[in-house]
């Protein structure tokens, strides 16, 4: 596992992401996140794709998370195709072309049965709205500031809200699904793959996602580093001698106070 680096800040229209060994903390307009990969040994890449782009603009920044069924230059494949399809995309806001755009290139590189899921989010660094879609992935952990109290963000969320009073030209009108809520300063988001939840015990007992959602629950923490390093020392915990039987990713993000002040790199 290669050391933490220090903490990067991306720039407009930078990529940052992939399917290695990855540990790092990351700085992105109005968010602050830390990111864990790790590909199921003895494999140096694998399944778990994530991304983080920032947009030319400097205001919305877009974090995908995708969980890649296949091995091999088919998710090497599959990699490359998702990191162009988000670059062209960065500047945008709504999140249905991306999606339908990332089915596409999967579609293209499958030569058997083949299939993925993920989770796409938006942050409008300005106002701190959110805008999501997940494609068949597990539900992200959020944590609500204000009430010191874990939830799933699920499309269903009672906190989902009208987009609203965002300048002209970032979303349209769209039949993808995709979910609008509020993130309130000092909120955290957890996105996580399978490999996370369907550790096993020394008995057998799955962790799932109750499982995840509780070890955050007795979480004490100041930052997502923290956070991040504390859920992944409790999974270790829970599996003991169990060995790991998927790829794992977690990703942490936290809304940050604003920096308006501060011009982000173009």
Same mark, same amino acid.
């Given at each position: ?22 540990? %790092? ?81 999967? &579609? ?15 942050? %409008? ?28 963000? &699920? ?8 987009? =609203? ?26 996105? %996580? ?21 509780? &070890?955050?629950?007795?979480? =004490? ?46």
């Amino acid at each position: 596992m290669p050391e933490q680096d220090e903490v990067t800040r991306l720039a407009c229209l930078e990529l940052k992401g992939g399917n290695e060994h990855a540990r %790092y903390e990351i700085e992105l307009p109005g968010l602050v996140a830390w990111v864990f990969c790790r590909p199921m040994t003895p494999a140096t890449r694998g399944g778990d794709l994530h991304y983080l782009s920032v947009c030319s603009q400097g205001f919305v920044s877009r974090i995908a998370l995708a969980d890649v069924a296949g091995h091999g230059e088919f998710v090497a494949g599959v990699a490359d195709r998702l990191r162009d399809v988000l670059r062209q995309h960065s500047d945008a806001w709504d999140q249905s072309d991306v999606v339908r755009e990332l089915n596409d290139a999967f &579609l293209a590189g499958a030569t058997q049965f083949e299939y993925a899921t993920a989770f796409v989010l938006g942050h %409008y660094s300005v106002s701190g709205e959110i805008v999501f879609t997940n494609a068949g992935h597990m539900p992200p952990l959020w944590y609500h500031a204000r009430e010191s109290a874990w939830t799933f963000m &699920l499309e269903s969320t009672p906190y989902a809200k009208e987009v =609203a009073d965002l300048p002209i030209g970032l979303i349209a009108g769209t039949p993808y699904s995709q979910t609008a809520v509020q993130l309130e300063v000092g909120d955290l988001v957890v996105l %996580y793959t399978d490999g996370i939840t369907e550790s096993n015990d020394p008995a057998g007992k799955q962790l799932d996602k109750e499982g995840l959602l509780a &070890l955050a629950r007795n979480l =004490a923490f100041t930052s997502p580093v923290e956070v991040g390093e504390a859920l992944r020392a409790g999974v270790e915990t829970f599996r003991g001698t169990s060995p790991a039987a998927d790829d794992e990713t977690l990703i942490v993000l936290q809304r940050a106070p604003s920096t308006s002040d501060a011009p982000w790199p173009r």
